[in-house]
């Protein structure tokens, strides 16, 4: 009895185990083994590369990147294209939460001289605000 009573525990505890992480997740979501946090910070990094993987990075978050959206608009600002363009990506997988990116974007869509980034940053208000491009 006692052995079918701890392996219905473990059953239990094995199965709550992901739900369990994910709402700790939900807290700070980690994506590659890191929190939210520490890609955010990443986008202030001095190295290009590091920049571009932490606005990817974000982007597969979703909407739960939604915390990273004040650093993603200061990240449109970014020096290096290949900067620029995963940010406008990371936008767009974040979705309606990033509503308060959209002036920003709509300024880059008639601003950005690389018209790849141009596209994307209306791809991005499409998937935000699609209302905001009624006048387009």
Same mark, same amino acid.
């Given at each position: 009895m006692f052995k079918r009573t701890m392996g219905a525990a473990a059953v239990a505890v094995l199965t709550m185990a992901p739900v369990l992480h994910a709402q700790g997740a939900a807290k700070d979501p980690v994506t590659d083994g890191r929190p939210l946090s520490?890609?955010?910070?990443?986008?202030?990094?001095?190295? *290009?590369?590091? $920049?571009?993987?932490?606005?990817?990075?974000?982007?597969?978050? %979703? +909407? @739960?990147? /939604?915390? =990273? !959206?004040?650093?993603?608009?200061?990240?449109?600002?970014?020096?290096? *294209?290949?900067? $620029?363009?995963?940010?406008?990506?990371?936008?767009?997988?974040? %979705? +309606? @939460?990033? /509503?308060? =990116? !959209?002036?920003?974007?709509?300024?880059?869509m008639d601003e950005e001289i690389n018209d790849e980034i141009a596209a994307s940053a209306k791809r991005a208000v499409r998937r935000i605000k699609p209302e905001a491009l009624a006048d387009q």
């Open positions: 520490e890609w955010i910070a990443d986008l202030k990094a001095d190295a *290009p590369q590091t $920049r571009n993987a932490a606005a990817y990075e974000i982007s597969g978050l %979703g +909407p @739960a990147g /939604a915390p =990273a !959206v004040s650093a993603l608009i200061v990240a449109l600002d970014d020096p290096n *294209p290949t900067v $620029r363009f995963p940010v406008t990506v990371a936008l767009a997988e974040i %979705g +309606p @939460a990033a /509503a308060e =990116a !959209v002036p920003r974007l709509k300024k880059m």
